[in-house]
């Protein structure tokens, strides 16, 4: 598979996920482990162009696809615009869910580059957020959009 772009070989076990050989093999410790079930977000990732859960997604299922984790969004130099609003704006506080929504943002204007706020709100809603009550996230992509 590709990872953030880099052709990546991994031997796994075919219990292993997507969310194992990103953060204990690659070492890419962005994208979060929260509910292991689908439920929370906080692992999404894009696989060939669309918002994954990787914890649902076993590693084989991976094969000669595309993976983008957020360490592959952006730089500390030059962040992506995204995570420039979110930081604006106030959108990011405890940070634990922020690389799931940040990659389910990114997946849903790719698709849609000017989404309505419904738009927005159905684009991150496998997401869960503890700590800002969507406001500020949404508002964060609303004024990429602009």
Known sequence: MKVNGAPVHV???????????????????GTKKGCG????????????????????VLALQAEGKEIETIEGLGTPEKLHPLQA??????????????PGVLMSAVALLRKNPH???????????GNLCRCTGYVKIIRAIQNVVK
């Open 11 to 29: 031997l796994v076990d075919s219990t292993w996920t997507l969310l194992r050989v990103i953060r204990e093999e690659l070492r890419l410790t």
């Open 37 to 56: 079930q689908g439920d929370c977000g906080v692992c999404t990732v894009i696989m060939n162009g669309e918002a994954v859960n990787a914890c649902l």
């Open 85 to 98: 609003s979110f930081i604006k704006n106030g959108a990011v506080q405890c940070g634990f869910c922020t």
């Open 115 to 125: 989404p309505s706020a419904d738009e927005i709100k159905r684009g991150i809603s």
